[in-house]
């Protein structure tokens, strides 16, 4: 069984079309819980840290949410700069330092 | 600031062969993490480093895989015996502390074996 879960693998919107990922977690003892965008060719360029649920977190047109057993990645009116791989991690008690990834959602935004 | 640098960016090799890659973290990070990643997927861990020496090495494949920090700073990871299914993007990673913190990762190095 995946410890962490993205879905949907894919997602396209049109610009200003707002939706929401989503990283689910199988886990117990979370540290933290990461999102990252990924642009192709390139490594993951880190965007939020979530410690504890309830806790929210924004930039610009992107907003992480935390639950217990999930986090949501909300893209308000996106652009088409926003188009990206957008990634989940993991830090929870087995993994001491490292980080545990989902395989990601590709998301693509159309002008 | 500058950000964590690797080299080289791309590197292609043959079969039974022996690769160096090399990773460059943020100054003053202690911790540097190392992960591969598969088209498709997400990183996978390898191993992490906290200062010079590995804190955890349980996402090593095999015994063909080493890696080194002798400074606290660069760190070199080493392949021998290249395989194809070795082919993928290596990425490193560097963090001020450990558990949990926010990492910040180099572009990679596409290792292609044929």
């Known amino acids: 069984e995946d410890q962490v879960t993205q879905s949907p693998e894919a997602l396209r919107l049109q610009e200003g079309e707002s939706s929401s990922l989503n990283c689910s977690y199988t886990?117990?003892?979370?540290?933290?819980l990461f999102w990252y965008r990924q642009d192709p060719g390139k490594g993951p360029e880190f965007l939020f840290t979530?410690?504890?649920a309830g806790e929210e977190k924004e930039k610009e047109r992107l907003k992480a949410t935390l639950t217990k057993k999930e986090s949501f990645l909300h893209i308000t009116a996106p652009k088409p700069e926003d188009s990206a791989t957008y990634l989940c991690?993991?830090?929870?008690?087995?993994?001491?330092?490292?980080?545990?990834f989902g395989k990601g959602t590709k998301l693509s935004v159309k002008p | 600031g500058a950000g964590v640098s690797q080299t080289p960016s791309n590197k292609v090799t043959e079969k039974g062969k022996y690769v160096e890659l090399r990773c460059d973290p943020i100054?003053?990070?202690?911790?540097l993490y190392w992960y591969r990643q598969s088209l498709g997927q997400g990183p996978e861990f390898l191993i992490y480093?906290?200062?010079?020496?590995?804190?955890?090495d349980s996402g090593l494949p095999n015994d063909r895989f080493f890696a080194v920090r002798p400074e606290g700073s660069v760190s070199t990871l080493k392949i021998q015996r290249t395989e194809r299914g070795d082919s993928a993007v290596y990425l490193c990673?560097?963090?001020?502390?450990?558990?949990?913190?926010?990492?910040?990762f180099g572009p990679g190095t596409r290792l292609t074996v044929l």
């Open positions: 991690a993991l830090n929870y008690g087995g993994s001491q330092g490292n980080l545990i």
């Open positions: 100054s003053g990070h202690t911790a």
């Open positions: 480093f906290q200062g010079t020496g590995a804190a955890d």
């Open positions: 886990v117990s003892g979370l540290r933290g």
């Open positions: 990673a560097s963090s001020m502390g450990v558990r949990p913190d926010t990492q910040y």
């Open positions: 979530l410690y504890s």
